[in-house]
């Protein structure tokens, strides 16, 4: 029986609740997200309830509650259900993402102190974004004479710069390719509250591949061992310089605080790869995709660094610089929205959202693309235009309602390595390749969605500037 003033949804089936007809919508749609969107419309509501096999779930629109469930601390918590229990290795309230509490708190604010100086200044984070560009630029000039997959490419180079900070050395490129594959499946598989998995958990023994379930175990697998080798190699010295995993042996050497274990390591690593990876390389993604189809803009983009830059390396100081381009970059997450809905939350007290009750316990997710592309805070959503992050005089305009990398105490702590590696990355390229499209055909930028929006797969010609 739905509680009373309980947000407006499908009805409840016993044992799923109303998974299965989210399932269904899901499918008909192609995301879980626009599942959601279309039944918060036809139930013409701001704050939609549903029911999974076990929990209540509650999707959030609109810029009024989103930034509700942002700011105030009773949805700060996360869920421990059967989802982030099997993405945390089996192990609860472990990592930064699935974490709460001290825990969180504690690691989430080690981690942040050790990305802190990423993106500003010459820092040495900086120094390995430019050093994965020129190997991506030389990559490049190789191959030039044939068309280029770069989402693949760029998605490796996110991940070596990832991996770099983590572990202190590039990895195996064989091993990269093979993880990013299990990543790319995963962010297709599931959706931000766990999809089918999470709704019916018993789903896995009926059908283990349909479910996910068969690929998450992979992954875990396969990422604790790469992991645990590293560790290993750290332990015994063998690789040179200062990372985060040598950081965090010291400090569990040297800490009273018990939560420095090495299972705490192997989640946080693995938190890291799994938010920085496809986030920041699908941005780029969308970003070459736009630039490709549209010349006129790839045009104003290459005179603008051409005049202002030239053929210098760029660094993240030259974004204060580059409006345009700048513009175009914010434009890029607004249009296509990489994580179209954040979260998953949990509700710690029971919560009054857009004057509907929610209990207690309750799993809330949050919408973030319909609010970019809402014709009354936008005008002309549809429209792909970086000039309106431009103000009268020429400055770059932030927006208020814009949060790709979320707000409040959860907001991204990868957010600077993010932005410094997205500008440099495509200014990089762009200022010495005009890229077009391959075989005069023009790839859909019409994206798939599943935990995150990604980009269809498509191939690029790069024409040398100069
Ligand atoms: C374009 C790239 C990225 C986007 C759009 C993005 C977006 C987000 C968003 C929206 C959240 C908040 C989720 C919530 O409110 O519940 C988040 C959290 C997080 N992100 Fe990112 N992110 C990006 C890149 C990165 C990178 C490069 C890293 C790591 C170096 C990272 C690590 C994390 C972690 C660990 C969290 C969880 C924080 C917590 O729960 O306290 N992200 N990200």
Redesign the pocket.
Known sequence: IKPKRFPPGPVWYPFIGSSGILQKLSKQLGSEFKACLELSRQYSTNVLGLKTSSELLIVVFGVKNVRQV?NNSEFDS?PHNFFSRLRCLGLTNR?????NGEI?KEH?QF?VKN?KHVGYGKTRMEMEIQNELSKTVEFIKKNNSQSINLVNLLSES?MNV?WT?VAGEPIKEDKLKYLLDLFRKRGKAFSVGGGLLNQIPWSRFVIPEMSGYTLITKINQEISQIIEEAIEKHKTKQVEGKDFIYLFLEEMNTTKSPTFTEEQLKIVCL??LI???H??S??LGFAFLKALKSPDIQEKIYNEINSLIGDRMPCWNDSNRLIYTSAFIQEV?RYYT??PM????LLQRDTCIDGYLVPEGSTIL?S?ADICHDPELWGDPHVFRPERFIDERGMLKNSDHM?????????????S???S??FITLVGILQKYRIQCSNGTLPSDVPSIGILSSPKPYTAEFTLRK
């Open positions: 942002f996360r990592g930064i993402t699935f974490a969180w989430r981690t990305l996110v990832l900070y938190d890291l938010a920085g990876s986030t920041t699908n941005l997450h990489i994580v954040a979260g998953p939350r949050i973030l949060y790709p990398f979320g707000l409040g105490r959860r907001r991204c702590p990868g957010d390595l993010a932005k590696f997205i």
